[in-house]
């Protein structure tokens, strides 16, 4: 599977931005599809996850300011990110997991100002 991720960019905090992920390729096997992010000079950590059976969890720190979505049409998944923080600031990456292994896109770059 391949994953396209965009939507990155520049937000004020409070501001909002919504990041889509594209899949191509095949995706039989599917396990689960992820958010993860990675601020400067931290470990990359989970933001939100969407699993096969279709529960979907988030990260306690977000507290309900993101939502995680998907069009199976279009084998796309989003995040709307709302009530930015600068804290938020991170580059942002999708995760892609199935029977067969796991992909991750190439990432994007949210970057919140005060």
Known sequence: VQLQALGGGLAQAGGSLRLSCAAS??????????WYRQAPGKQRELVAQM????????????KGRFTFSSDNAKNTVYLQMNS???????????NFISRTGSSWGQGTLVTVSS
């Not at 930015?84 to 999708?94: I, N, Q």
């Open 84 to 94: 930015l923080k600068p804290e938020d600031t991170a580059v942002y990456y999708c």
């Open 51 to 62: 699993r096969g059976g279709g529960a979907t969890i988030y990260a306690d720190f977000l």
């Open 25 to 34: 390729g095949s995706t039989s096997g599917f396990n689960a599809i992820s």
